[in-house]
C-alpha cells in the first residue's frame, strides 16, 4: 500500500489544444502555467488554486469522447471546481460554448446532500465538469481569488463494483474511506439530467487531507449502458487521475474500471 498518496492533479485529452486553454482560461478562471513538448504529445499546464490541469493534444489523436454522454455512462469521470458563488461563475461559463448536463441553471442539493449548489456540464472536447459551491465556507475561508472560481475540490469515478473500488483505492493506493451515502429525488435528477436516479457516493480521502478528494459513483439508477467501451490512452476519455507519495508504482495503473491513474501527467 502506497505511503501519504494525495491527488496533485489531473490529465485531460484535447483534440484542440488551443481551444481547450482558452475554454479553461476564459470559462473557468484557470491560469497558465506552462507549454511544453513530451514525448508523442504537447502539453499546456494550468493552474486554479493550488491545483493543476494538463491539457494533453497527442501527436496521433485518438477516438473522441465516446457515445452515450450521460452521467452514470461507466466511462463517466468530472472533476468538480470549487467556487465562491455559483450563479456568478455559471453567468462566466455561459459566455463560452460548453454542453450542459444538468437541467436548467445550478442547483442546490438538499442538505442530506450538503446543500450544494452544483452544476455539471461538458468541456468541448466533452470531459464532464462541475461547479460546485459549498455552504460551510471550506473554500472561502482563507482563499482568494480574483473571481468566483477557487480550485478543484473532487474527482469522481463512474464504478460498476463499489466493494471492488474501495478495495483498489484505499487497500492499493492508500486513500481512507470517510464516507457513503446515497443521493435520490428531483434534485439529483436535475443535477445529473437523468431521470430516477439512484447514485450510491463513496468518499476516499488523502491520509493527510492534502488536496483533491476522490469520489466514487454507483448509479443503481438509471442503468449505466452495458459493456464499458475500451479507452486507449490518446482517447479523449483517457482522463488521468495524477497523484504522489511514497511506495506509488511506477507504472500507470488502471483502477477496476480502467479509470487511469499515473505519477506523470503524460
Not at 502555467?33 to 497527442?58: D, F, Q, Y
Not at 474511506?177 to 430516477?196: E, H, I, K, S, Y
Not at 492534502?210 to 443503481?220: A, N
Request: hydrophobic share 35%.
Amino acid at each position: 500500500m502506497a505511503s501519504n498518496p494525495h491527488i496533485t492533479g489531473l490529465t485531460l485529452i484535447t483534440n484542440d489544444l488551443a481551444r481547450a486553454c482558452e475554454f479553461y482560461e476564459q470559462a473557468l478562471g484557470f491560469d497558465p502555467v506552462s507549454s511544453t513538448r513530451c514525448a508523442n504529445a504537447e502539453v499546456a499546464t494550468l493552474r486554479l488554486g493550488e491545483e493543476t490541469v494538463h491539457l494533453v493534444r497527442p501527436d496521433r489523436p485518438g477516438k473522441d469522447y465516446p457515445q452515450p454522454q450521460a452521467a452514470n455512462d461507466p466511462w463517466f469521470q468530472h472533476f468538480a471546481i470549487a467556487v465562491s458563488d455559483a450563479a456568478a461563475a455559471f453567468e462566466r461559463l455561459s459566455r463560452m460554448a460548453f454542453t450542459p448536463i444538468s437541467r436548467g441553471g445550478p442547483i442546490v442539493l438538499p442538505p442530506s446532500s450538503g446543500s450544494v449548489a452544483a452544476y455539471k456540464f461538458r468541456d468541448p472536447d466533452g470531459h464532464p465538469l462541475e461547479l460546485s459551491q459549498f455552504p460551510d465556507g471550506r473554500w472561502t475561508r482563507g482563499r482568494k481569488s480574483p473571481g468566483p472560481f477557487m480550485g478543484i475540490d473532487h474527482t469522481a469515478v463512474a464504478v460498476a463494483d463499489l466493494d471492488l473500488s474501495i478495495a483498489f483505492y484505499s487497500g492499493t493506493l492508500g486513500f481512507k474511506f470517510t464516507g457513503r451515502g446515497v443521493n435520490t429525488g428531483p434534485t439529483q435528477d436535475a443535477l445529473d439530467g437523468l431521470d430516477g436516479t439512484e447514485v450510491e457516493i463513496v468518499v476516499l480521502s488523502p491520509p493527510s487531507s492534502k488536496g483533491p478528494h476522490l469520489e466514487l459513483l454507483h448509479y443503481r439508477s438509471p442503468r449505466p449502458v452495458e459493456g464499458r467501451q475500451p479507452v486507449w490512452i490518446e482517447d479523449v476519455a483517457a482522463t488521468r487521475t495524477i497523484i504522489s507519495g511514497e511506495d506509488l508504482p511506477s507504472a500507470t495503473l488502471r483502477d477496476p474500471d480502467g479509470h487511469i491513474i499515473a505519477t506523470q501527467p503524460w
